[in-house]
């Protein structure tokens, strides 16, 4: 194989009018890189090159030697392995809403350090296929060759159709017109998006609409109307992840709170009538340890740490399967607890779930054991229960049944202790759908107002989540 200096070259990997681009092998240390080469001849050419020796972050190649002989420069620089991101979402590699918003969050970070250089750094070339997606899910900017520092015109008209702005074909080079490009870039991912079709939970529709009003302003035709640099759709973007992690542990926390008011009631009767049986004894144990998981996991959520979530559900999965195989040997009270704690975990592992699909496999068990359970429950219990089943059934998307659901139990005239829950359950679907932030806060003040008479423990302990969550 041919050999340039220390480096045998491996195989061209690309070519165009700025020169070709090699893998190449030092021998001796057993690394690859890349190696540009660059005609003498061509005035201009290393212009890209030159911007990128003055660049210092981890999502950029380095250049890290250069050669020449009588025809030819070589840059040496990183070699990045990978797919494009225009085949990662070709491929449909982006699998929920959330993994789109950080791939966007990230690139639209790499491009606001170019616009903080001074002056800046004005890329010219934004799209997918620019972008590299590594083997660790790291993405990374690669193909600097129309590269220029600071805002210019009278410039060649470069880019690429599509994704360039409009004024760059007159030969502008701004922040405004990579502003223009990103917009374009981040529109073309969330319509490729495999999590993006047919999406029941109310607030990843709603991520997806700011993700597009976004896109729309930053690829606006008119540069007045555009973001101003990439660090403010940076700055966009975060706040949208932001409230879309406070959005999920409120959901969690609305969700919990109403099957505890269920096992508040229940497991105090249980423990009052039990008897000395070796079986309901190890059974009563096992829901004791997994009322406890389920408290360890609301304190992880909220500390956003998912190595204890996971190690805490399947402590409760195990007292779960546990307790179920002995409850054959209990009274029907008993068992109906289980079946209780048995929906508290497929709420709580369907809230945490990775995607839509495996989400939704969990609530729909939830929902089954809600109709068993609702069989041969009391009529106090039975409000909770289609309290419940409404709010599940709104998630996975039979919005119908969940309505009906939900009239029913207003037309019951529920409890204190059960409107205690239903308002926490309305003020976090006032919150989701933004449209009355007013009120919620009353209803907020509504909740708080109807402990009255009622000092109990479990009230106070429902006063103190929802206040840490909306107050």
């Not at 893998?23 to 003498?40: F, Q, S």
């Not at 926390?253 to 508040?264: R, S």
Request: hydrophobic share 40%; with cysteine.
């Amino acid at each position: 194989m041919e050999k340039i200096g220390k480096y045998r070259v491996l195989k061209k990997i690309g070519s165009g009018g700025m020169g070709n681009v090699f893998v190449v092998i030092d021998d001796r240390i057993g690394k690859k890189w890349a190696m540009k080469e660059l005609p003498k001849s061509k005035k201009g050419g290393k212009d890209g090159l030159f911007v990128l020796k003055g660049l210092d972050h981890p999502a950029v190649p380095r250049i890290v030697e250069e050669l020449e002989d009588e025809y030819f420069i070589y840059e040496v620089m990183d070699y990045i392995e990978g797919m494009t991101l225009a085949e990662y979402a070709g491929a449909g590699r982006i699998c929920s809403v959330s993994e789109l918003l950080r791939i966007c969050t990230e690139i639209s970070g790499i491009i606001a350090y170019l616009h903080e250089q001074e002056p800046p750094v004005i890329f010219r070339d934004i799209k997918p296929d620019n972008f590299i997606v590594t083997g660790d899910g790291n993405i990374k900017l690669v193909d600097f060759d129309i590269a220029l520092v600071g805002e210019q015109t009278g410039q060649m008209p470069l880019g690429t159709r599509g994704y360039a702005a409009p004024e760059q074909h007159f030969g502008i080079c701004s922040v405004a017109a990579d502003v223009y490009s990103l917009g374009v870039t981040i529109g073309e991912l969330a319509g490729k998006t495999a999590g993006a079709r047919g999406i029941g939970r109310i607030f990843e529709r709603r991520i997806l609409m700011k993700l597009r009003k976004v896109s729309e302003k930053a690829a606006s035709r008119e540069a007045d109307l555009r973001y101003s640099d990439a660090g403010e759709v940076w700055n966009e973007l975060m706040r949208i992840r932001r409230a879309d992690r406070a959005e999920r542990i409120a959901a969690v926390a609305c969700t919990v709170l109403i099957l505890l008011a269920v096992l508040a009631t229940s497991l105090r009767a249980i423990y009052r009538d039990a008897v000395k049986s070796d079986a309901r004894t190890r059974v009563l144990a096992c829901l004791e340890s997994s009322g406890k998981a389920a408290d360890r996991i609301m304190c992880a959520l909220a500390e956003d740490s998912s190595a204890a979530v996971d190690k805490d559900l399947a402590g409760f999965y195990a007292d779960i399967m546990k307790a179920g195989s002995l409850t054959g040997y209990t009274d029907a009270e008993t068992a109906r607890e289980v079946i209780r704690q048995r929906i508290l975990y497929y709420e709580l592992a369907g809230s945490v779930a990775d995607n839509v699909d495996e989400r939704d496999q969990q609530y729909r068990k939830a929902i089954a054991d809600i109709i068993t359970l609702m069989e041969t429950a009391g009529e106090d219990e039975k409000g909770f229960l289609r309290l419940k089943a409404a709010d599940l059934g709104r998630i996975v998307g039979d919005t119908g049944s969940a309505e009906r659901l939900l009239a029913e139990f207003i037309a019951e005239e529920p409890s204190d202790e059960e409107k205690i829950a239903a308002w926490t359950k309305v003020i976090a679907m006032r919150l989701y759908d933004e449209r009355n932030p007013d009120s919620a806060g009353q209803a907020l003040a509504e909740v708080l107002a109807i402990d009255g008479a009622l000092q109990n423990e479990r009230v106070v302990r429902y006063r103190e989540i929802i206040e840490n969550i909306y107050g």
